[in-house]
């Protein structure tokens, strides 16, 4: 094993880390500030993801999708919240999973019936595809790279806004106690539905980024909601930072737990057996790593014990 | 999210008032019409109904619902049909693990289950029943047909991936009966992964000269995307499950070159096929992929059964079946000791034909193939 595969291996993880933040910070607001469960959250994902195919597609700028697919995630976003989730709140977390586990069929059920059950086409814009070479003689993906920069880059963002803006002041002061700021005058609704859109449109984002990478299909954002609850858990629930590095652990060790795994195993026993109790070890071990940042501190990383 | 019901047969057909006498059979179909694996069983369904439609049989009844890919589901739609619907017949589930939950208890109650798809090698083997006929394949041939051609196709060095469940080791196995190349990397990839960058990063590094996939549905796409973009190059061969007809417009140019393993394809030259792909087009608006053509070739093995005897006397109706007296779209076809079909395997290229990516057929890879696990079935 070269160092160069390692080093590859170790940029694809970052890739996939920094990406499952985009997903995973816009759930653990709406987890932390509201104290709401929303496994509606991969729909949003989704939805980014077919908006971004329909207006590439139409206009053939991805660019354009991308946008679109902010916009309308966003929107959909904004949208639930007003008429579904703002009436969870007050209710159990039993309620909550209930009903967004309802959007989540109305939402897979609603895709399907305005664009098929047929996968569509979203293709990496053209001054993106293909490889690059790094020093060092490395082949690496530019859109990757590119990735990689946009997700660094709206984490810088959300650090900024959650802590040098007004808007940052007042996610964190409902986080920790909603009746106050309400009692001081900041209309906590409305604060609600921000913070609600903001979560979906960097699920839209997500969705759309990765979703030049895979496929465009009903039920991609099911998969991606796992990983950001199990991502949001590791870091701590309400953490940005938490979710930041929670992220970035989750993406190494998955990355590198499936490329490691079998070739350890692979010391020890025949080749065929060695691939397959490794993938079947490696696609535990970030519930593993779950499971043990939790012995240890109960409340993830960086949250509240 | 119900399922929903569709009783077919050509009403219009009633009008006609043919003279027929046989006593009317009723056919249950379970596939999966919602969620992530929706696309192959629409094709299923709509495969059978053409076929249903144009042979007009006021005689056939079907019954189409919906098993949400769940095994749960299936089980719970087949007891439901076989117990208050009193069907005769089930067939249409697309997932091996849908189809061991279901066939072996319809087939212990007597009833007949013709395969549109899945054919695992449990049912090919000890779990053989007279009753169970699977007019598509048995699950390792196509696999088979890609393992037997990679080497004419210049891969000497093969780097093979599946995903780790059963139906990922028995195709990675079934690769590797007919392969004469060397296999230089194994990997089993996660059930429903999206990113395979790190797999890419390792067949960058194994020296391998191809490699050979099997991932259906979103997985495929995903890795054929990023493979594609990630600059390896290496010549890439699959079972046609991965390169179907939906799933390749999503994978776009990507797609182009790309070889996979087949037994049937929409430029086979034979009569029925042509009938067959004119008339899909001209009913649904699209090409038909493998999982259509099974569900054509399942509606008139069940056709053309009706017609030769009456489901009620079992043997004359088994005996009906394993006849096979249709004109199959795969052109010749026929069962062979274990209600498998022998048939002849083709590998086929990844084309753009004007605006749409489909399949043509470069090469045969097998002739009269069977079933590999024949020796343990006691039938």
Known sequence: ?305 | MAGFKTLAAGLCALALATAAQAEPLKVGMITTLSGGGASLGIDTRDGFMLAVKQAGNPDLEVVIEDDQRKPDIAVQLADKMIQSEKVDVLTGIVWSNLAMAVVPAATAQGKFYLSTNAAPSALAGKGCNPNYFSVSYQNDNLHEAAGAYAAKAGISKAFIMAPNYPAGQDSLAGFKRFYEGEVVGEVYTQLGQTDYAGEIAQIRASGADGVFIFLPGGMGISFVKQYADSGVGLPLIGPAFSFEQSIIQAMGDAALGVLNGANWSPDLGNDANQTFVTSFQEEYGRLPSVYASYGYDTANLLLSAMGKADVKDADAFRAALKEADFASVRGDFAFGPTNHPVQDLYVREVVRMGDILTNRIVGTAMEDRGNAYEGECEM
């Not at chain 1, 500030?33 to 908006?51: E, W």
């Not at chain 1, 949208?79 to 703002?86: F, G, P, S």
């Not at chain 1, 709140?89 to 009903?99: F, I, S, T």
Request: glycine share 14%; aromatic share 8%; hydrophobic share 60%.
């Open chain 1, 1 to 305: 094993m070269s160092a160069l595969l390692l080093i590859e291996q170790a940029l694809n993880g970052l890739q996939y880390g920094v990406m499952l933040f985009v997903m995973a910070a816009g759930l653990t607001l709406v987890f932390g500030v509201m104290g709401l469960i929303n496994l509606a959250h991969g729909s949003l994902y989704m939805v980014g993801a077919f908006a971004c195919a329909a207006v590439a597609a139409a206009t053939g700028s991805f660019w354009l999708g991308l946008a679109a697919s902010l916009a309308a995630a966003a929107a959909a976003g904004a949208l639930v919240e007003l008429t579904v989730i703002r009436r969870l709140y007050a209710r159990d977390h039993l309620d909550q999973v209930l009903a967004t586990f309802a959007l989540i069929l109305v939402f897979s059920e609603g895709t399907r019936w305005l664009f098929g059950s047929f996968p569509l086409y979203l293709d990496i814009p053209a001054g993106l595809s293909g490889p690059v070479t790094l020093p060092g003689g490395l082949d690496y993906p530019l859109y990757r790279l590119v990735l990689i920069g946009i997700g660094l880059a709206i984490a810088g963002g959300l650090f900024w806004l959650i802590g040098h803006t007004r808007l940052g002041i007042r996610i964190r002061a409902g986080e920790a106690d909603r009746e106050m700021i309400a009692a001081l005058g900041v209309d906590i609704s409305r604060l609600y539905t921000a913070v609600f859109a903001l979560g979906a449109a960097l699920a839209g984002l997500a969705g759309a980024l990765v979703g030049a990478l895979q496929s465009v299909q009903v039920g991609m954002g099911e998969p991606v909601l796992i990983l950001a609850f199990v991502v949001i858990v590791i870091g701590g629930i309400g953490s940005i930072k938490g979710a930041f590095v929670g992220a970035l652990l989750v993406g190494m060790t998955d990355t590198l737990g499936r490329f490691l795994l079998p070739a350890a195993f692979g010391h020890i026993m025949d080749p065929s057996s060695a691939t397959s109790v490794g993938a079947a070890l490696a696609s535990m071990l970030i519930y593993i790593l779950m499971a043990g940042v939790l012995v240890v501190r109960p409340g993830g990383l960086y949250g509240r014990a």
